[in-house]
């Protein structure tokens, strides 16, 4: 149990641990709740950066016109936008 902490505190993921140690996910999710292990939140993966999104933030269009002509929500848009390293404006008109 030790080991599983270890890992899971330099960097596992629960996944990983229970598929290098032959146990099931909720196996090695109690093990680790159990020890008061403070679990990390889920990393929600992000579709691929649709073409022209940074440009068009950047040439002025906003992250809800962006959202709304890429068919996404506002914060899945600035999610992308952010991953892209993009410097988001200050909120409304300036």
């Known amino acids: 149990m030790a080991k599983l902490v270890a890992r899971y505190a330099h960097g596992d993921t629960i996944e990983g641990l229970a598929k290098q140690h032959q146990l099931s996910y909720h196996k ?32 002025g269009r906003s992250i809800r016109q962006l959202a709304a002509i890429h068919g996404m929500s506002y914060c899945q848009t600035r999610r992308i936008l952010l991953a892209e390293g993009v410097q988001l404006r200050p909120r409304g008109r300036q």
């Open 28 to 59: 090695v999710r109690n093990a680790l709740l159990d020890a008061n292990v403070k679990l990390r939140p889920p990393k929600i993966p992000l579709p691929p950066t649709p073409p022209g999104m940074v440009n068009a933030y950047n040439g």
